[in-house]
């Protein structure tokens, strides 16, 4: 089992950048993989990032590809997201969570997520 707290959320103009981190305890963090995900209010929560136990892989929403970068950092037992030239419309809660089930862009396959962390990007 793993627990996890986003923080590093905020307000920012667009075209700003914002890196959230997610620190998990326990010793099992490396075990898995860690994606990230954002939700707006009314909206279903979507995928944004994933990457694998040791960082050689990574996975990206289209619409944050090229502009956000998920790594991680087993030693420190933390995954961050670094979000450059955001926009209006990367306003939501994101949150990070833990992969248990087969699919990394299907929320439903996460069993430990973090609380959630705002970010607002203002235009």
């Known amino acids: 089992q793993v627990q996890l707290v986003e923080s590093g959320g905020g307000l920012v103009q667009a075209g700003g950048s914002l890196r959230l981190s997610c620190a998990a305890s326990g010793r099992t963090f490396s075990r898995y993989f860690m994606g990230w995900f954002r939700q707006v209010p009314g909206k279903e929560r979507e995928f944004v990032a994933g990457i694998n136990w040791d960082g050689g892989s990574t996975y990206y929403a289209d619409l944050v590809k090229g502009r956000f970068t998920i790594s991680r950092d087993n030693a420190k037992n933390t995954m961050y997201l670094q979000m450059n030239s955001l926009k209006p419309e990367d306003t939501a809660v994101y949150y990070c969570?833990?992969?248990?089930?087969?699919?990394?862009?299907?929320?439903?396959?996460?069993?430990?997520w973090g609380q959630g962390t705002q970010v607002t990007v203002s235009s």
């Open positions: 969570a833990a992969l248990t089930g087969t699919s990394i862009y299907t929320p439903s396959a996460y069993d430990y």
